[in-house]
């Protein structure tokens, strides 16, 4: 099922987001990626379950930056990996983002230290 997906350069961003419209104008021109705007085109459960694969959980795509995050209250709360996949599934502020799959490798978040990693795969 997901063997289509894997195969091709995916990019997950918000176009609202700054940080992503800065890190995707940084991107080599010659950058072949599928871009995924995750509030247009809200995520599926089939991508999400790629990303977690290659991730190794559903946490590790959860954004703890999220206004709804704070508005939630959810620092206070419990959350589990269930909680994880359903708040992201439930609203797209929750992914941490950009998320770039390259060549089945996942780059989650726009760390200085990630967004370098990124660059290093793309040269």
């Known amino acids: 099922m997901y063997s289509e997906i894997k195969h091709m350069n995916k990019l997950y961003y918000l176009a609202s987001c700054d940080t992503c419209r800065k890190i995707i104008k940084s991107l080599p021109k010659n950058a072949d990626f599928v871009y995924h705007d995750i509030k247009q085109d809200p995520i599926s459960v089939d991508e999400l379950e790629q990303m ?7 946490e590790a795509l959860f954004s703890r930056k999220a206004q ?50 990124i660059m290093q795969v793309l040269k």
């Not at 694969?53 to 559903?58: D, K």
């Not at 909680?83 to 089945?104: G, Q």
């Open 52 to 58: 977690r694969e290659l991730a190794g959980s559903y």
């Open 68 to 117: 709804l995050y704070k508005s939630m209250d959810l620092k206070n709360k419990v959350l589990g990996e269930d909680d994880y996949k359903k708040y992201i599934l439930e609203h797209y502020t929750f992914l941490s983002r950009p998320v770039f799959i390259i060549d089945n490798k996942i780059y989650i978040g726009n760390s200085q230290q990630n967004v370098h990693a």
